[in-house]
């Protein structure tokens, strides 16, 4: 009896996902040849092939069909693919009201997913209002000086390497100097993961990059409640723990000590017990203010500028690293900037001076067009909505995937993408180009809230490493490069360097 309601139970279900995975071409959709059960993300799962070229291959495929969307999905998930450049500014901005969340894992119980990515509709709507404040330019002008201090570390470390390594890896360099610079920025924390890579946070950082399918999986295919119910974490309990005790630890001794230091934290504190972001130094409840963030709201909000600030910085980095060690003549003209504007900086770098170089800013833009950190970036929506100037209705929970990848290497936006050529971001050059084309950060209302800070800290590096060294590319790099599994786009394997003290 029960082996028999066994069978039955699993051939219902089986029928179910086989049905699910007719969603689109009952749609009149176009879809891949959808494979059942895992539908298009089976490489993905296996590991034979990054989500990030799947998707990147699915854009071309659909482009190739001349329509303007098709249908993807995860499992039995169905996931709505635009490859039309108006749809996409459409779900983006003008019709973003119909799309306020990026879908993905999150459970109130599990303190780490409640941050400002993951939020949807009013909440993330009240919380992104509380936390732009603490993006904008002049905030970010006062963490500049401790930006500056972790480059002296990165100064002497890539020194260290160039004297005494044949080759080294500059993916390790460019990570351990995010982390340094997201700590201290973000924490208050002096890590020198420079000199000691071994480090708790440096740790606690690589672990979380490392792709867990497992979870990946049981997240798109069990409900949430229940996985939680089931002691499920979305980053394991240890890793989880290690953060949650780290800033609470800050906090309590913050508030114990008035302790001021120019960062985040201190801009978090300041909204929790005052519930404004001032100039004052101290953080610490006054009478009459009514705080407006929770202790869980500042460990959740951490846990996302440090998982969304460092690694995206550093791929960013790295990449730009790679090309300039391939392209010694962009390298050369970019040096030249560099050290025409630090001589009218008295050889500082400052703030100003980092805003007064357009060649960087073109070379780092092309870095992120080639390779932006988020291959695609997710939506889901959240009230039904129907594609204009066609009968497609996209229902509330369907997910969407921008494909920015794809649109940033297609050659009717971007001819012969595969050079790095910086001048794709002249004035003209721009200007010349249909909105949309370029999303490295996305775009609409939930635009990246660290864009700012995040671009700063890569050009910041990248003035010091080739203000001091001169970089070319190390035999031991495998070439072409191989994409990394994982969600942000990284090389597989490293990117190997020599450097030479200037
Ligand atoms: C080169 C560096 C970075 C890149 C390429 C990048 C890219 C992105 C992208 C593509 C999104 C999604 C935007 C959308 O949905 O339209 C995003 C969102 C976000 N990013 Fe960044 N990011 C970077 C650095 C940072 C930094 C340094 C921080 C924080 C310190 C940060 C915090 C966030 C947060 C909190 C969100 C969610 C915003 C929301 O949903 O309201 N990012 N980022």
Redesign the pocket.
Known sequence: MVVAILVIGVITFLIYVKWRQTYWTRRGLPTAKTEFFFGDVRKAITGVEPLAVTTKNRYNEIKALGVKHAGFYMFWRQIYFPVDLQIIKNI?QQDADHFQS?GGYYHSDDVLST?????ENQR?KE??AK?TPA?TSGKIKIMFETLTEKTELLIAAVGKLADETEGFAIKNVCGNFTTDV?AS??FGIECDSLNEPDNAFRNFGKKLLVPNLLRFALTNIVNWNLLVKLGFTGFGRKTSQFFIDLVKDTIKHREDNEVFIKD?MHLLLQLKNQGVISDKTNVNRTKSAKGILSENDIIG?CF???I???E??S??MTFTMLELAQNQDIQDKLRKEIKEVLAKHDGKLTYEAAMEMPYLDKV?NEA?RKF???PF???KCTRNYQIPGTDVVLEKGTGVH?P?WGIHNDPEYFPNPDVFDPERFSEKNKASRPEYSY?????????????R???L??KVGLTALLNNFKFTLNEKTPMPIQIDRGFIITVKGNVWVDAVRL
């Not at 941050?115 to 939020?119: G, S, V």
Request: with cysteine; aromatic share 16%; glycine share 10%.
């Open positions: 983006m990026h941050h400002l990515f993951i939020l993330w919380l992104r936390l993006f997201i920025c973000g985040f909000q996302v500028f440090f969304a600030g460092f995206t910085s791929s960013t780092v992120l932006p950190p988020l970036i997710p939506r921008i920015v999303l490295p950060f996305g775009a609409g209302p939930r635009i990246c809230i660290g864009l800070f995040g671009k800290q890569a």
